[in-house]
Structures are given as structure tokens and as C-alpha cells.
């Protein structure tokens, strides 16, 4: 079978050019590469040649595979040698008329068939395809930076596309040792619309002063997996390059989730638009590095000295609690581990005993280790028994009445001066407090699922909490070496507050047929490196979950953007709630 577009021509050689006409060059096709003057064709040559010599250096290349590559690259600025191309590939600056004048130019110098791609990562194919008399024959190919590594291809098809032209282009794209995913003419597509939003609420919420630039950073690093925070990404990006694609975004949905947040305009206007110009969220060591010279700044915990915690009682027997007690545990603190009965928490303590064991099998534990924790643990089946303990962390149902009473119970039962804790991932910290009369000593721990594998800790203090109930459970988080992050009492926290609605703009993205499932989450995982797709994560995490969180969440909010998908809704009426029933957004059943 005939290979696709034997010749292509790479229009703008910035970082993104460049790497196209690379990679394109390293399949083996003739390459043309267009700069606008004779000045930037010649550094744009001398860009890939440092950078393709690097690549030896580095083992990433052959000697000779550079030779050849270099021998199959052309480099000039006139832009007529697009005529010999069977496809041009747009890469100049995103601006939407500067893209259109390129277009209708190449549509009067190319031949009919040639296939004409912009390379655009937010603004309207569609648009650019009616600079031409050619619509059939344009289409988006959205490469990722840098190009060398990231293996996605996003194939934008407008109403007008020839669906032969997007198959070939899917074809060009494998070729290259990419993945292809397709995507309509929509802003942001399908990584960008799903990344921006989240970024974008990421920004408000380090404008609103809710949390540290830090915490929010490290809070989706240690929460979710992914390989940077919100805000470090942004600079990486460019300020201005995202608020660019939001501006797209919100032109097209009008959803005020969209819409760029204030701070994102002023760092534009101010010239600090990230890592290239050295000053973004962050202050960089130069312009173009990633070495953060102020990392402390702005990331001050509470400087009260906290209460002394040398024992700990935990009150639930199911997988978060007993997940929680062993972080405890194996830190040296003895725990009392409280459930509704004996018997529940003694199978709770051989469920830990289980996980203990398998440590020791990993290599994790020692025998002496595993024995010296599991002796800390007191199964115990009456709060009552938690009298004289100097912590209680509450790990019971995610029901605000089942809390609030369990709360009351503590109040009456624990010694005064104890810190009292929830774990609630969704619910209000103050409701919990608001059920005792000593509201200062509450606030909020909330661990990640599994407690002993996830490093975050949510430290959520109410506007009543103490600020040495604070400090305690930020010096305790530190002893157990777990990374605290503080935040207000809000819907969400941080984590859930800018996970769940971009797991819902995922669901809308599915119910408007934009995508399919596995497009989806391969497009997000190739796309920005997270470890699973988003339906991959919501089937995991449990599609009633996911909905109880959301409807939280936008009933504390009241945006109309952060409403529960209706396709959520109906699949978790259905009875279809992931993995634990063996099918949600997939049929685990048959896998």
C-alpha cells in the first residue's frame, strides 16, 4: 500500500514546526520547511541541526539517520515551494487572520489535490477552510509538544472534510508512530477542551486566595497522578497561549467556566506569560527555564505550634479507615480502632494484618516491623473506649446525618482539648462541627484511596477551627510522611473541586457524540501524560460517587457548567456504576 503524502510541506518553524518537519523528515518523506524571510529560515535550520545533533548525542538518533534526515529536509521562505507538497502543514502563530492569509495563499499555489492542515490548537478549522475554494481538502492536525515524545495526533474534521482525506491523514499520522484520535471542529478539541477548563479553575482558585499556588500544585500531582500541577502547566504553556484557547472556548460555549479568569488577563498584561519570559504563577531562574527560584513563597503553613497527638483513635472498619489506621501504625502511633461492634473491628484489624503481610512479601516491611505494627492496634467496639485519646479521625459512611451523630457521640465521650477529624471527601467540615461544642477542635483530614500508597493529605479547616488543631494535624501529616495541603471548607476541597468537573465535561464531551470513550481517554493520556483516561477513572472511582460529588459541587457553586451531566445521571439510574457492578461508561463484564 502507497504510503500518504510522499511530500509535505511544514509552514512556520517555531518549536512546533520544527518538530513536525522533523519527525515527517524521519519517516522517511521529502520535507520542505517555509519561514517568512530568508533571517528566520536560516535559524530555523540551524534550530534542527543543533537539535537533531543533540538527539545523537543523546542516543535518540543515529549518525546516519541524521544524515539522511537533514539530506530529505529543504529549508526556505518561499512560500510557492508549497506547490510541490502532497500536504502542507500550517504551524504559525495562533492568531485566526495571519492563518487565513496563509491558507488562501496556499489555495492559489497548490494543486487541487494537495491537502491543506493547520496545525491550530484552539481556533475554528472551519474558519480557516474558507479562506480557500478547497474545504474538502483542509482538516486539523494537531501535533503535542514536544513532538519527538508525545505520541497523540488530534485528526480535526470540519462538516466539509472528505472523510478519505481524514482517513489518509489518520494514516500519515500512524506512519509517523503516532496515535490518531478524531476530533470535530470544536475549540480546544478534545484534549485542550477538557485541559483548559480544568486549568482555567485552577487559576480562579489561586486568584479567590482559597489555597497556596503550591498546595493546588501538589494537591492534583499527589491526588491524581498527574505529572504537574495546574498552575506549573500554565507557565509551561504560556499565559497567554491559554488564555488564547479560552477565549476560543468561551466565544464557542459561552459557559462561564470558559471564560479566562481575571488573573490570567493581568499576567498577560504585566508580560508574564510563564517559563519563556522567566515570571508567571511562578518566578523562574531565566527566561526559558523550569528551575523555580521563590518555590517557598506563598506556601507558609500555619505557624502555630500544634497539640501533642501520642494516641490515636479511629472510628469505621471499612477500606479508608483501615487503610488509615496502618498509615498510623507503621509510623509508631497506637491506635484504637473503634467500629459499631467487636466483631467489626476485629475483622477490620485482620484485614490490616492481610495488607501488613503483603508488604512484607514486597519487601516493603520486615517480619519485626509488621509484628510491631499490628501490636499497636486495639480493636474496640464502643466509642466510649476513645476517651482518653488525643486524636480521633472519623473514617465512617459519606452520610452527613451518620456523620453529625457520630460527631456528637465524640464530643460527648472524648476529653477535652482532643482534635476531632473527618475524612469526608465531599461534605461540609463545619456540619460535622457544627454537631459538638467544641467546633475549634474539628477539622478536616481528608486521605486518598489507598491511605498507605497515596501521599496527599487535605487539611481542611473550618472558620472555626483552632489554628493550633490545624497546626497538629499539619505536624502529624509531616510524622506519618504524608504531604498536607490546606484549604478552606468548600465543596471539593481542592482535588475533587477541579477533578470532578473536568470528569464531567468528559461526560458531556461523550453525550454530544464529539468522541467516543476510547478516544477520549487514550487523547488524555497520550495528550498530557495522566495515568488514566477519564473514564477510565470514573469507572474506577464509582459512578455514584462521581455524581454525589458533582451534585455537591454544583449546588454549592450554583454554575450552571458544573451540573451533573445528564448521561451520568441516567447510567448511574440504570444501575451501571463501573467497575463494582461490572459496567459503567464500559463493560468490564466481558473483559
Same mark, same amino acid.
Given at each position: 500500500m502507497e504510503r500518504p503524502f510522499p511530500t509535505v510541506a511544514v509552514v512556520g518553524l517555531g518549536t512546533m514546526g520544527a518538530g513536525v518537519a522533523v519527525a515527517v523528515a524521519r519517516s522517511g518523506r521529502r520535507v520542505i520547511g517555509i519561514e517568512a524571510d530568508a533571517g528566520s529560515a536560516a535559524r530555523a535550520l540551524a534550530r534542527i541541526e543543533e537539535a537533531t545533533a543533540h538527539a545523537v548525542a543523546r542516543e535518540r538518533l543515529t549518525a546516519e539517520e541524521r544524515a539522511g534526515l537533514l539530506a530529505r529536509l529543504t529549508v526556505g521562505h518561499a512560500l510557492e515551494a508549497a506547490a510541490e507538497a502532497d500536504l502542507v502543514i500550517e504551524e504559525v502563530p495562533e492568531q485566526l487572520e495571519l492563518k487565513r492569509r496563509v491558507f488562501a495563499e496556499l489555495d492559489r499555489i497548490c494543486p487541487a489535490s494537495t491537502v491543506l492542515a493547520t496545525g491550530t490548537t484552539a481556533l475554528s478549522v472551519t474558519r480557516i477552510a474558507a479562506a480557500t475554494a478547497r474545504p474538502d481538502r483542509v482538516l486539523g492536525l494537531h501535533f503535542f509538544n514536544p513532538v519527538h515524545t508525545m505520541k497523540l495526533v488530534e485528526v480535526v474534521r470540519t462538516v466539509l472534510t472528505a472523510p478519505q482525506v481524514a482517513e489518509d491523514a489518520a494514516a500519515f499520522a500512524r506512519d509517523l508512530g503516532k496515535e490518531p484520535v478524531a476530533a470535530g471542529d470544536r475549540a480546544g478539541f478534545v484534549v485542550n477542551g477538557l485541559l483548559f477548563a480544568y486549568l482555567n479553575q485552577a487559576a480562579a482558585m489561586y486568584e479567590s486566595k482559597y489555597a497556596t499556588r503550591e498546595d493546588i500544585d501538589a494537591a492534583m500531582r499527589l491526588g491524581c497522578g498527574l505529572p504537574m500541577?495546574?498552575? +506549573?502547566?500554565?507557565?509551561?504553556?504560556?499565559?497567554?497561549? /491559554?488564555?488564547?484557547?479560552? &477565549? /476560543?472556548?468561551? &466565544?464557542?460555549?459561552?459557559? @462561564? *467556566?470558559? /471564560? %479566562? /479568569?481575571?488573573i490570567l488577563g493581568q499576567l498577560v498584561a504585566a508580560g508574564l506569560l510563564g517559563r519563556k519570559t522567566g515570571r508567571g504563577f511562578y518566578t523562574y531562574e531565566a527566561p526559558g527555564s523550569s528551575r523555580v527560584v521563590e518555590a517557598a513563597a506563598g506556601a507558609a503553613k500555619s505557624a502555630a505550634p500544634g497539640r501533642e497527638v501520642r494516641s490515636i483513635g479511629v472510628c469505621g472498619s471499612g477500606t479508608m479507615a483501615t487503610g488509615i489506621v496502618e498509615v498510623f501504625v507503621k509510623a509508631g502511633y497506637p491506635v484504637l480502632l473503634a467500629a459499631r461492634s467487636l466483631e467489626k473491628a476485629e475483622r477490620a484489624k485482620e484485614r490490616l494484618a492481610k495488607s501488613l503481610e503483603r508488604s512484607v512479601a514486597k519487601g516493603r516491611l520486615t517480619a519485626r516491623q509488621r509484628d510491631a505494627a499490628l501490636g499497636l492496634v486495639t480493636p474496640v467496639g464502643q466509642y466510649g473506649e476513645l476517651a482518653e485519646v488525643d486524636l480521633v479521625v472519623e473514617a465512617v459512611a459519606e452520610d452527613l446525618a451518620v456523620k453529625r451523630e457520630l460527631f456528637a457521640t465524640l464530643d460527648a465521650i472524648v476529653r477535652p482539648g482532643a482534635v476531632l477529624a473527618t475524612t469526608t471527601s465531599s461534605l461540609p467540615v463545619v456540619s460535622c462541627a457544627s454537631a459538638t461544642r467544641r467546633p475549634q477542635d474539628v477539622v478536616g483530614m481528608h486521605f486518598f484511596n489507598p491511605a498507605p500508597a497515596m501521599r496527599l493529605v487535605e487539611v481542611v479547616s473550618t472558620v472555626l477551627t483552632a489554628p493550633d488543631v490545624t497546626a497538629t494535624v499539619l505536624e =502529624?501529616? +509531616?510524622?506519618?510522611?504524608?504531604?498536607?495541603?490546606?484549604?478552606?471548607? @468548600? +465543596?471539593?476541597?481542592?482535588?475533587? +473541586? =477541579? =477533578?470532578? %468537573?473536568? =470528569?464531567?465535561?468528559?461526560?458531556?464531551?461523550?453525550? &454530544?457524540?464529539?468522541?467516543?470513550?476510547?478516544?477520549?481517554?487514550?487523547?488524555?493520556?497520550?495528550?498530557?501524560?495522566?495515568?488514566?483516561? %477519564?473514564? &477510565? *477513572? *470514573?469507572?474506577v472511582v464509582g459512578l455514584d460517587v462521581s455524581l454525589t460529588i458533582e451534585r455537591v459541587l454544583h449546588q454549592e457553586f450554583r454554575e450552571p457548567g458544573l451540573a451533573a451531566a445528564p448521561l451520568l445521571e441516567h447510567l448511574v439510574a440504570a444501575g451501571c456504576l463501573g467497575r463494582k457492578t461490572g459496567r459503567g461508561f464500559r463493560d468490564h463484564a466481558r473483559r
Open positions: 500541577g495546574p498552575l +506549573a502547566l500554565l507557565d509551561l504553556i504560556g499565559v497567554d497561549t /491559554a488564555r488564547t484557547v479560552l &477565549e /476560543a472556548m468561551y &466565544e464557542q460555549s459561552r459557559d @462561564r *467556566l470558559h /471564560a %479566562p /479568569a481575571p =502529624l501529616c +509531616a510524622k506519618v510522611r504524608k504531604h498536607p495541603v490546606e484549604c478552606g471548607d @468548600r +465543596a471539593g476541597f481542592i482535588v475533587n +473541586a =477541579l =477533578l470532578f %468537573p473536568y =470528569l464531567n465535561d468528559a461526560v458531556r464531551m461523550l453525550q &454530544e457524540h464529539y468522541a467516543t470513550v476510547d478516544d477520549i481517554d487514550t487523547a488524555m493520556k497520550l495528550g498530557c501524560g495522566y495515568p488514566m483516561g %477519564p473514564f &477510565e *477513572l *470514573l469507572d
